[in-house]
Structures are given as structure tokens and as C-alpha cells.
């Protein structure tokens, strides 16, 4: 079976929440979808590795802090240079996601690097494939409000619990980039 793995740093919860909003939508086409997260120290069990290896895509996500991704997604990242060193996930799948306290905050930094590091290790890179809402009667709970096109972006008020966020908006638009990501995955793979 063609097999997606979105594997992901949450640091309070609203990305974790996102992950699984990708997940859900990753599930409605014929395709395995594995949920990894990388811990508050930056590992992931060690089999994770050969599950990425055996994967048709991978989806990277983690929060935006500072202008880009935080330590433990790095470290996970830096781990990341044996299956390169071999080429383990050349001509895979792979996009990526992100979330913030603000609504901009930087998060595209966050993108970025999700993108060299896919195309650091030869992967083959999907976006939203979403329509920004950039109408005057746009609202919060819009399609793609944040207009992520490269990836996908969720905004989380920092003071806002994750049962409170990302918005609905936000979690739709997560449902809709699994599903294009896993669509992707299997019309390469199946």
C-alpha cells in the first residue's frame, strides 16, 4: 500500500492539532498515513527512520518560532543526513506545515526550510494548490485564509488554548492539503 508519513514538532498543541487536521484529510484518499512526532528533546523512536524510508511522501510540519522552525524540528532535521547521505528519500512526496502565534509571523522562513531540506534529500515538493481568500467578504473561517500557497500556514493567538486554535478555516484548509498531498502521493506511486 502506498504509505504517507507526516512527521511533526508541536510545542503546545496547535500544531499537533493541525498535524492530525492533515492527517484526516490524507486519510479520505486510498493511502497509510502515519501521524510521528518528534518529542519536546528532538527524537523520534528509532524505526521511525525505516518508516520513512519505506514511505511513498512525507509531510514536515512544525510551529513557526522566532522566524523559523524551533530546535527539536532542526535536530530532527540534522538526524536527517544518513538517509540522505544514501538517498533513501530521493523522488519522494513531500510538503510541508506551519502555524504561529501571529498571523504572519515569519511562518514562510518556516516553509522555506521544510523545502531545501526536501530538496536537500532529491524529494519532489507540493504545495496547497489552494486559492488564497483575498476578497473584501473574506473571513477567519475562509479556505486558505493565510494564503499559503508553498505550504500550509495556520495561525494560533498565543494566548489561545489548542481547543480554541488553529480556526476552522485553518483546520479545513489542513483537511484539503492532506488530501492533495496524499492524491499526489498516489498518482506517483500507485
Given at each position: 500500500?502506498?504509505?504517507?508519513?507526516?512527521?511533526?514538532?508541536?510545542?503546545?498543541?496547535?500544531?499537533?492539532?493541525?498535524?492530525?487536521?492533515?492527517?484526516?484529510?490524507?486519510?479520505?484518499?486510498?493511502?497509510?498515513?502515519?501521524?510521528?512526532?518528534?518529542?519536546?528533546?528532538?527524537?523520534?523512536?528509532?524505526?521511525?527512520?525505516?518508516?520513512l524510508a519505506n514511505s511513498q511522501g512525507i509531510i514536515f510540519g512544525s510551529p513557526t518560532y522566532m522566524g523559523g522552525p524551533p530546535w527539536q524540528f532542526k535536530k530532527f532535521a540534522d538526524n536527517s543526513s544518513k538517509p540522505w547521505s544514501s538517498q533513501a528519500w530521493r523522488d519522494k512526496i513531500s510538503a510541508g506545515f506551519t502555524n504561529s502565534g501571529n498571523m504572519n509571523g515569519d511562518k514562510?522562513?518556516?516553509?522555506?526550510?521544510?523545502?531545501?531540506?526536501?530538496?536537500?534529500?532529491?524529494?519532489?515538493?507540493?504545495?496547497t494548490g489552494l486559492k488564497g481568500a483575498g476578497m473584501k467578504s473574506s473571513t477567519r473561517d475562509d479556505i486558505n485564509w493565510l494564503a499559503g500557497y508553498g505550504g500550509l500556514l495556520a495561525q494560533s493567538p498565543t494566548d489561545a488554548s489548542p481547543e480554541e486554535a488553529p480556526y476552522k478555516g485553518d483546520l479545513e484548509t489542513a483537511k484539503l492539503f492532506g488530501k492533495r498531498v496524499a492524491d499526489c502521493t498516489l498518482k506517483m506511486f500507485k
Open positions: 500500500m502506498v504509505t504517507l508519513s507526516i512527521v511533526y514538532f508541536s510545542g503546545y498543541g496547535h500544531t499537533k492539532k493541525q498535524a492530525e487536521a492533515v492527517q484526516t484529510g490524507a486519510l479520505q484518499a486510498d493511502i497509510k498515513v502515519n501521524l510521528i512526532a518528534i518529542d519536546k528533546d528532538g527524537n523520534v523512536a528509532d524505526d521511525v527512520w525505516e518508516t514562510f522562513n518556516t516553509i522555506s526550510y521544510f523545502n531545501v531540506l526536501a530538496m536537500q534529500h532529491g524529494m519532489i515538493w507540493v504545495g
